[in-house]
């Protein structure tokens, strides 16, 4: 069984980011970047299912700038087979991230793609999902746990009252919630070898599709800021103020 | 150009969300229609025939719509979206799951979890766990959109819109519900509580929590966690606020052993009122708290509940 698992470099987790001044955007320059943590999880559970001996061949993607190579090399350190990188410095939405997948997948014909619920930068969770309806396959999101059936994949998914579960049909898109898995770090001797594995690089237009952006960003700006409030130095102070100042009580 | 609001329920009540998401819903020109998909699922469709700003009621009450799967749902509103410019639904995990699926089959955009309706096309959201707040415009024909409900207030519930009944879809057959286990409680639902009391990593254990609910429940609130208290197994998932679970904005957040990371403040920082109790008096979660009690947990948290006794609740 062959596994796609696409892959997004985004800010790491631990950067507090800036809002540019100008409101254009979030300042980005020498900013860590890291590969998106439930994109991580994807990649952990795909090396799982080779490991059990389910999957026989991992290929990861990226569609982003010629650093997302990066990305695509600590996947293959972690076990991955292959990288294919499909090489834009624009910034495309989830709707055409989905068409370029999609063009992917029919040239690799997996059987199953894992990939992460949301990017933690644009927080949209739309890529796996629209990418199901490009193929016409089924969708189990937000999964946390998911077995193999035959030609079924049942998964347990993350629902706002607890857990589902679903049987889908194969072939079937599959994205990441947190408790699916730990990801493993890669050691040093698989890092190694990591510099090995191919990474296919790809022009966007090589694929033909329509990935053009179509929402403006009218701009950009930094939250409300919250202001720290006092301290109180007993749970009777805190009681008294909590009914007679802010009246929440 | 109108709209078309899918509704969150469980086939017996209206969700809360639905309730603040067509005051959204009204935001963006139009008439706005709800579509209630689901089984045996009329009385939801009054409830949301009498929400205000309501114009009309769409109910496709068949087995297959019992569990909102994605695939089902999705060919359902595709075939019902001539005529709308905007597609929308709650920001609830069952809107996350079916509209980019109909977004990406109506070859349109998405715009998730709006904060803010600007003008019919023209919205605000949050990036980066709410770190950044971007204003997204789109001048396409149609649009899906999700709905972040904690930041808009409930419609009124004055209407007498007309239930119409909607035809099922072809059932794409890609899927099938297998079963579900929900969390049983007797206290408010996270998302629409008026007063939140969540538990961190400074809990340490599961068994630690019902410490809190005896607190939550002198105070009619809901119990939530962080992701750190779920990722060690002290909660169930759907207790999670934050980033990449709940969203809550209610009027008193009380964060217990919570050091506040980005992504749980993502979650509850539009709350109107934050307390926070934690034995680290450096942690970030007092930079967002109204009211930080620098204290061990296991002292505070039982005296917390017997002075609230005290002052009579």
Redesign the interface.
Known sequence: MKILVPVKRVVDYNVKIRVKPDQTGVDLANVKMSMNPFCEIAVEEAVRLQEAGTATEIIVVSVGPTQAQETIRTALAMGADRGILVKTDDDLEPLGIAKVLKAVVEAESPDLVILGKQAIDGDNNQTGQMLSALLGWSQGTFASELGLDGDKVNVTREIDGGLQSVKLSMPAIITTDLRLNEPRYASLPNIMKAKKKPIDEKELAEYGVDAAPRLEIVKVAEPAEREAGVKVETVGELVDKLKNEAGVL | MNTLLIAEHNNETLADATVKAATAAAQMGGECHVLVAGSGCAAVADAAAKLDGVAKVLLADDAQYA?Q???PM?ALVVSLADGYATIASPA???G??????????L???????ITAVIDAN?FER???????????????AKKAVTIRSTAFQAAGDGGSAAVEAASAADN????????????KSDRPEL?SAK?VVSGGRGMQSGDNFPMLEKVADK?GAAVGAS?AA??AGFV???YQVG??G?VVAP??YIAVGISGA??HLAGM?DS????AINKD?EAPI??????????DLFT?VP??EE??G??G?
């Open positions: 569990k799967l994605a695939e999705a609830s995990t069952n996350k799951n079916f509209m980019p699926r109909i977004a990406a089959l070859d349109c955009s998405q715009i998730s979890d023209t949050p990036i980066y766990a709410g770190n950044a707040i971007q204003t997204v415009k789109t001048t396409e794409p057959g890609l899927s099938e519900f297998v079963n579900e286990e929900l969390t998302t007063i105070l992701r779920v990722d169930p998932n759907d980033q990449t709940k009027e008193l980005i992504q920082k109107k009122v934050i307390v008096e007092f930079q967002v708290a109204d009211y930080g009690l620098v204290a505070a005296e917390l002075e609230l005290k002052a609740l």
